[in-house]
């Protein structure tokens, strides 16, 4: 059994952790810090989890000895308290975004801070087990990417390897995303009645997952992020204008994809003919672990709409981390991710 | 041309009042106050304003003489400054609650306080203009009834001349109601992924307009609140059981209704034999003033089902207020409240 | 391992079927018929089953010989079947209405249609474990409750055993509920633009599933059935008058549902002072087997409230179904019925 | 007063014109035809016109002599009866797509079939108001521009006149789109529990408006359309790469929108620096005419992101319908179109 506790279980990547974990074979849940509701019983705050997990919320000063700590704190916190971690566990997995970029002029251009434990950060590995999973193994500490840059880094990671794309290529990330991804802390721009309905482009450029990206895939990627109607769930359309030269066909992508994730468990290569499914759809994700990969092409004018589809609190977030720790745990990769999503939903 | 203010006009009330007054021929607006959004502009709250009101915020302290002053404030705010609003303008409309009620010791039992300005209640009227329409020029001060007790009085009035029920009737008001009914605040439970997607009866007993039916039309109705996935409207579901001695007809229920609302500009008696929308439907009231009641009997076990529908911002709160300015300065009833709502929608 | 045959596994009690059975570590899914989709993949229809069946849909003459028939055919459909599944398997669980009411008056009454097996309706047994988990093992044919009667079912038996209520009470169950319980075929009442932020209530009075409590538990309770903008769920209102002469209070209440549901795994009582979720909301259930009842008492006018939410899909229909299953075979009652639910959704 | 008659009224396009029509002061609705609902109330089809138009619909063959025919036929019908529509009315307003194209060849790459009234093509005005209002007493047969194409053409017209993008520019328009705009009949992708919570990509490449925006703007504009869960609304995200030689600021581009459109009834520049509401959002534009128009540049990449929001049934439709009635018979542009929009909703 992997001991492991949970620094800020009162958010929602916490809550989808326990939710996760809960059900894990090989996993006892420790310790669950929240800030602000000490004390207070697990599910008061999630409460799909009542009946299953019968604890309560502790401080960060209650933290024992674990084997794994899951940090999942609002942004640029974790770096403010990572030498205490380090203290306590072995090994730990960052779901925030404090040691995701390498380099500190890019952090402090989106993050509009300095970085607090710079020295640390070249111990964490910016984990997409899907692309390299081979370094696990050889890392303690992990830092798991944003959940609109999941669903880019997936979607593109095989155009890079086969030279479709490079620095050069101008790319745009059309990001549709749930309101779940706003975190769990109310605001007026979650407040129902303004956010219902909404389709609602609340980072036009700019988004600061363009800066992980960059540094992951050398891809100068341009987001632009709409809030839409719906909790859980990221459509990311990507389009491309390939070069010229290049004389792609439908089939082609279709082999390129097939060949980096015919074996992959949460990657699943979506291209229908027909039917109303044809292509990613979050919603039929919710809960599981899947990215769902899907394109099409326009050959006469050279462009390329690859559409990607995930849960942004699993596999954008704690459904990752788990199978980051599966990996690294030697546990069959899939354990505790089996979910298989609900339809209709 | 009357020339009104709006005390509170940041709220989902008072930018409802704007939305109607600024379309009314016979309304000059005056001053609005907000308390946190001082020297904004309307349109940065109520965005459906731009380009149509081009004023700012102001303090409670920058009122002006008036005619008319509408109070939109949250319940037990306009009790503590009654007096300076009465010397600022002839005429007051409160669309808050703290002069529906008479009776002080039902106004305390309900809103756990004492009444602040407990000799000025008896000079407002409570007010639906279907019902009380001929005392409004008797009256100077109005008060308007809660969104949830107007529909809930509509459809019981009717019944109430007729003898059909009374005190003594078990009445069941089964009501569903969208978010916008819980004002303009942010909180944990408008927190758009809490809120969405919810049937959470969060008022199961105990409701508070229970007190002004009571008042109103002395009948013990007890109300059960359920939110639901809409932003704006309520539909009421009113069970009753009515004596065994009567031997009520569908048709006879018609007559009922029609006898006292057939003339009403804005009540409508839905009851069609086919087709999606038989019984009335919030959603195609939103915008609109209107009121749309229907029902059925189940002649075995003398069971009746009256559902009525309407825009809680507007028939129940903003609308309803400026019905009843029209009628009191003798301007036709429907000015300002033509909106004929949409669909689909 | 039990071999398993789906007919009618295309519609939504089918996919929800599937998408439990597929994960059941003791069932191995023989055919899967459907009379619109021969010959598609069954992915087709339930898209969320990618890469976890590969099989594809049948007629129902390529049915054969399996242990248990699960039949999900839409209502009064497999009465017309009934004699050619019993050939085929030793066990059937039928999802739909044909065979729930022994009373064949009733059952016209209701259904407006006589019906075509009446001699094989005494073998059924009317089955909600929580209730009559020891007579499963008697019967050899299982009819499970519609969605709705589940819920009011288990919210009504404790009081009916403790004689709280009886044939005499006055009992409303105000129904909320999702669209897919209106199955999967599309028509204009489940269109989008139409279905869409509807509080429509659909069924007034004259509920189908009053005859089944009626049967059942010997209650007459009147259904008042409302749709909500909401995909999967039901939440019951059920609304009690109880004797005048009973001095219930919410305590006593308590105990007796945790008296008769205290070690049910599927029941959990919730009645929290504070939180969000301080009673029962279905959207926590999706996809869960979970009924939770929560109640509030008004001891002043002996009014009782008591409210159970469900997934409609599956304990209100499949999880049921694959719960009398478990029992049946002697496995572990919660085998492949454990997803916790998501949250926040 | 103009007579006015309406084909194919029962549709979402036809029921929006009569929605407007019915208030319009200067409008006499004659004949409203449909195909499935001859002798019908119009109220049956579009509840929100109870009490306000008491008519059936009729039949094509019952049509009689007008001064304006609307058509609001789906795609590709007005051309099979466009000679009898001409023998009817001097003039006539055609809703669909079928008179858009003036180039045949572009015309049957994109509808698949071949024009059956090529003749006429030449005697109708492709109308925007904000763009050829001049043009429009030359002529009296029109055709409105698809809903889509009328978001997209009005964000990009300035930049064309300043010669800002051109032929060779590469433009994606992004488009999130409601469900309404797939029209009024039912099918399995407009089935609640299937389309609710989609963010489905149905049409990736190749979108039909992209033939229109190519004729009027002389523009190749890559359209990727996405339906949300919304029943009216489009935002249109439009993606620019202007040329690197070009050195635009953020306030070069207001000057640029603000010298087209600074008088324009209909059109607002949205860019507030703060506030929920800094960019087009299209669910307060709901029954509104209104084309809000917002944009961001990143200067260092040259990319533009336009923004553009409109009611897909209004100003993508019935509403831009009218406004060109209201030019070409010589009344005030906004009558009828004065409606200012719902907040919250």
Known sequence: MIKVSIVGGSG???????????????????????????????????????????????????????????????????????????????????????????????????????????????????????????????????SCPGCEATSIILALYPLVQEKIINEKTKIIADVKIGSSAAGSKPSLSTHHPERNSVIRTYHPINHRHEAEIKEFLNLNVEI?????????????????????????????????????????????????????????EPKILWGTNYCDIGFKINEETKRLVILSAIDNLVKGTAGQAVQIMNILFNIEEKTGLDFIGLHPV
């Open 12 to 142: 929602y990547g916490g809550g989808e952790l326990l939710r996760i974990l809960t059900n894990h074979p090989y996993v006892e849940i420790n310790k669950i810090t929240s800030k602000n509701y000490i004390g207070k019983q697990i599910s008061f705050i999630h409460p799909n989890l009542r009946n299953k997990i019968n604890k309560v919320f502790c401080s960060l000063e209650e933290l024992e000895k674990c084997d794994l700590l899951f940090i999942a704190l609002p942004n640029l916190e974790s770096m403010k308290y990572i030498e205490k971690f380090s203290s306590l566990a072995n090994y730990i997995i960052d779901l925030g975004a404090d040691f995701r970029l390498k380099n500190l002029e890019l952090f402090e251009k989106y993050y509009q801070t300095k970085h607090l434990s710079p020295d640390l950060i070249n111990k964490f590995l910016y984990t997409i087990p899907e692309i390299n999973r081979q370094e696990i193994k050889k890392y303690k500490y992990f």
């Open 224 to 280: 632009t992020a709409t809030a839409v109607e719906i909790v859980r769930g990221i459509l990311s359309t990507t389009h491309i204008f390939f070069d010229g030269n290049q004389n792609l066909k439908e089939k082609d992508i279709w082999q390129i994809y097939f060949k980096y994730y015919q074996n992959e468990p949460f990657i699943r290569i979506i291209n229908q003919k027909e039917g109303l499914y044809r292509l990613p």
